[in-house]
């Protein structure tokens, strides 16, 4: 069973359009997180949940909203899709906040 | 402020060669430390972990690391690679009642045939 589930692997989308990213985990953890990697491979923690509660809100657009509907769940809304959003969106989650965080394969989003 | 510095963006070696990536923090606390991989078109694996006791840590796929208080430092090692290897790796770092952890920049490791 994967650990860490996203979806879809691949979006491909035209400027202005509204979509959404999915993230299953399945490993109990009380912790989730979306990072953003660019094209130079940095990583940038967006948000992180604490079963249910956003802990981690960095300078991000409010473009992006992320949800919760549970601990097992974290999704994350894109409103209004500009061409800087294209990257590769990670899901990742963790018992605690500095333990091992465990990563989904990633959603690469394309923003034409 | 804490952070994290992996001052090689790209590291070539030879198959079969030994290999060294460097990694310096900056953190108030007993850091947590980790080394990540992540393979061309795939998520971020965890190689390695250091939260106390042996400063010499055992990971996956033959990989350690060291912990070296007095550096600040957490260079992972191989001693000889295989072209598998070639990948992104993430040094990270936190500290026990944190909410996050911090990655480095990342360094991108070529294998020579």
């Known amino acids: 069973d994967t650990a860490v589930s996203q979806t879809p692997k691949y979006l491909v989308t035209q400027m202005g359009n509204d979509k959404s990213i999915k993230c299953e985990q399945n490993?109990?953890?009380?912790?989730m997180y979306w990072y953003k990697q660019d094209s130079k491979k940095f990583l940038k923690i967006m948000f992180s949940?604490?079963?249910?509660?956003?802990?981690i809100n960095e300078t991000v657009p409010n473009r992006f909203s992320p949800k919760s509907p549970d601990k097992a769940h974290l999704n994350l809304h894109i409103n209004s899709l500009e061409l800087g959003d294209s990257a590769v969106y990670f899901c990742?989650?963790?018992?605690?906040?500095?333990?091992?965080?465990?990563f989904g394969p990633g959603t690469r989003l394309t923003v034409l | 402020a804490q952070s994290v510095t992996q001052p090689d963006i790209h590291i070539t070696v030879s198959e079969g060669a030994s290999l060294e990536l460097r990694c310096n923090y900056s953190y108030g606390a007993t850091p947590y430390l980790f080394w990540y991989v992540q393979s061309p078109g795939q998520g971020l694996q965890l190689l390695l972990k250091y939260f106390s006791g042996d400063t010499l840590v055992q990971g996956i796929k033959g990989f350690e690391a060291e912990f070296k208080r007095s550096q600040s430092s957490f260079n992972l090692r191989k001693p000889s690679v295989h072209w598998s290897d070639a990948a992104e790796y993430f040094c990270?770092?936190?500290?026990?009642?944190?909410?996050?952890?911090?990655f480095g920049k990342g360094t991108r490791l070529h294998i020579l045939p």
């Open positions: 990270a770092v936190g500290a026990q009642g944190d909410d996050k952890i911090i």
């Open positions: 990742a989650s963790s018992q605690v906040g500095a333990d091992t965080q465990y």
């Open positions: 490993l109990g953890h009380d912790t």
């Open positions: 949940y604490n079963n249910k509660e956003l802990i």
